[in-house]
Nanobody, 125 residues
Framework: QLQLVESGGGLVQPGGSLRLACAAS????????IGWFRQAPGKEREGVSC????????NYADSVKGRFTISRDNAKNTVYLQMNSLKPEDTAVYYC??????????????????WGQGTQVTVSS
């Protein structure tokens, strides 16, 4: 079974940057669409971004457009989420997830079959 591991979270000041990584073990990621999701305390998990298996299609939630960039390096079996101009409201646990369904790049949670354990991002001064 595909296993995903997120890394790169931490504490950052408003306006700062972080780069999250989603790495896979046991299987290669190159046939999977990857999504990034986040869940803040007391809120539902929401979609942030996704990238198609080839990397040719990406989507972003309106709240992060122009600030976050998703990319993938299939040679390294890793997907990244570069987060710039971070705001306190970006504070959440961030999860990566994968699916191999025909729907392709979507930030709708039910399409995703495999999930990582999450990494905490805290934006605070």
């Amino acid at each position: 079974q595909l296993q995903l591991v997120e890394s790169g979270g931490g504490l950052v000041q408003p306006g700062g940057s972080l780069r999250l990584a989603c790495a896979a073990s046991r299987f290669t990621l190159d046939s999977y669409t990857i999504g990034w999701f986040r869940q803040a305390p007391g809120k539902e998990r929401e979609g942030v971004s996704c990238i198609s298996s080839s990397g040719g299609i990406t989507n972003y939630a309106d709240s992060v457009k122009g600030r976050f960039t998703i990319s993938r390096d299939n040679a390294k079996n890793t997907v990244y989420l570069q987060m710039n101009s971070l705001k306190p409201e970006d504070t959440a646990v961030y999860y990566c997830a994968a699916h191999a369904r025909r729907v392709g790049c979507t930030t709708d949670l039910p399409w995703y079959d495999y999930w990582g354990q999450g990494t905490q991002v805290t934006v605070s001064s």
